[in-house]
């Protein structure tokens, strides 16, 4: 529902007079009112009429309002419910209040309170349902903010549909910096049934290794010495939806247990906690890292690579996306023209070759960063290739020259280039590990990229394949 379409609201009063006068008071507001006159009748109804506003009262016949007032905000969270009593006790607007209602009144209450209290709470149910449709919009953009058409990328839109269908499997995602981990996390999660819940992103390499305990589950008043009251964790706050594990190769081995155990058991305590806590979310996990090695030299737990790994989706590198270096340039370019102002049209031939020939070893994330800085200069209508300073135009040029050739001549001369390129990567490689000691870690930052993407080019290098 868009932010300019009224807000409908539901009477639930089995006493038609009084029900006829709340119609006319929320109308008088410029709001649309529905009657029903059951607690029956009203749960029935909801899915069709999604109501922003109910009016509940707490004696009505068969299912009790208290009842109705559970069942309603179990349904339809976002519902501002106000109970009505014909007498007012403390005793029925506390079990109104714990029951989700956001107001109460009694039947004898002055036109004037009554219509205050309306009015404020049927603002409350505009201003939700305003925020409910920027969320909405914001969930179907970050969905359409996965980009490409190559054969890799198609496979991994199959996996993201396969594994939305089945809200509770645990998802660990692989792949270089740069690739998208968070946007595929995210597309999950908005394709998913818990696409109404919160997801809630953790980067385990950001929170000290102190506080990452507190942070995933929360903790009791006095757990510590700075815990000067109780505080939710972050398992709480997904309650319901996704609980995305970004670097999870960072996760401090000590956490690492509790982490298995909350997946096997759905189950936590907060820090200085002695009662056990349903987790109800779905865990995903992303890594650039290799885990299996890390497995091997005793910094990952196996049992919880297991529970992570139950489906897997890897995510290719830029490099090995073909054209979609080009799709996301000028999905880029769009982005960059409505926040700057500007209007440039795409990418010249040559800035499209030279992008086409680069190896992106920031992947995604290095191609926007580098756009971003080519629109910062740019003035014309294209960008040119001499906005990327770090790639030769030279490379750009090759690539022209061998497009004028016959296409057997074209195919050789690929099959030459690769070997090459092939043959100066191992090389770069076996220097790095060399000055490195062999040491893997060291060799990966010395060419500045992760240890998994070193981990699948010397793979490669042991099969013999480019």
Aim: with cysteine; hydrophobic share 40%; glycine share 8%.
């Amino acid at each position: 529902m868009s932010p300019g379409v009224t807000a409908t609201t539901l009477i639930i009063d089995d006493d038609p007079a009084y029900a006829r006068s709340l119609v006319r008071l929320v109308k008088r507001e410029g709001f649309s009112a529905e009657v029903a006159y059951s607690g029956e009748e009203a749960l029935e109804r909801v899915a069709e009429l999604r109501p922003d506003l109910a009016i509940v009262d707490l004696a009505l016949p068969g299912m009790d309002g208290v009842e109705v007032l559970k069942r309603l905000r179990g349904e339809e969270p976002d519902c501002v419910c106000i109970a009505v009593s014909g007498t007012a006790t403390v005793e029925s607007a506390v079990a109104a209040m714990h029951a989700g209602a956001f107001d109460f009144l009694t039947k004898t209450s002055e036109l004037e309170e009554i219509s205050f209290k309306l009015r404020k709470a049927l603002e409350v149910a505009e201003l939700r349902r305003k925020v409910q449709f920027f969320v909405d919009r914001e969930r179907r953009q970050h969905a359409g903010r996965m980009v490409g058409e190559s054969p890799t990328m198609k496979e991994v839109y199959a996996r993201v549909q396969e594994i939305a269908a089945t809200p509770d499997t645990t998802v660990l995602i692989l792949g270089e910096t740069g690739t998208g981990k968070d946007l595929v996390a995210r597309a999950i999660h908005d394709l998913s049934e818990r696409k109404e819940k919160p997801m809630v992103s953790v980067n385990c390499t950001a929170v000290p290794g102190n506080l990452l305990e507190s942070e995933f589950f929360g903790h009791e008043k006095g757990a510590f010495t700075s815990a000067l009251r109780t505080k939710q964790g972050l398992v709480e706050l997904a309650h319901g939806g996704t609980l995305f594990l970004d670097e999870i190769g960072d996760l401090d081995l000590s956490l690492q247990g509790k982490l298995l155990r909350l997946i096997e058991e759905r189950r936590f305590k907060r820090v200085g906690g002695v009662t056990d806590m349903e987790a109800d979310v779905r865990f995903i996990a992303a890594t650039n890292r290799a885990l299996e090695v890390m497995v091997e030299e005793g910094r990952f737990r196996e049992d919880l690579l297991y529970r992570l790994n139950v489906f897997p989706i890897e995510l290719p590198p830029l490099r090995e996306r073909g054209e979609d270096v080009l799709l996301l340039a000028q999905h880029f370019i769009h982005q960059l023209n409505q926040q700057m102002g500007k209007n440039v049209e795409g990418l010249a031939s040559e800035a499209k070759a030279a992008l086409l020939a680069y190896t992106f070893p920031g992947n995604v994330r290095q191609l926007r960063n580098m756009l971003e800085q080519a629109m910062i200069l740019e003035r014309g209508k294209w960008i040119t290739v001499d906005r990327f300073p770090g790639i030769k135009p030279a490379r750009a040029r090759r690539s022209q020259e061998i497009k004028g050739l016959p296409l057997d001549r074209q195919l050789a001369e690929v099959r030459v280039r690769e070997e090459e390129l092939w043959r100066l990567e191992r090389e770069i490689i076996e220097q790095a590990l060399t000055d490195s000691k062999g040491n893997k870690t060291n060799a990966a930052q010395i060419l500045g990229i992760s240890r998994f993407a070193l981990q699948r080019r010397l793979k490669r290098m042991k099969q013999g394949t480019a």
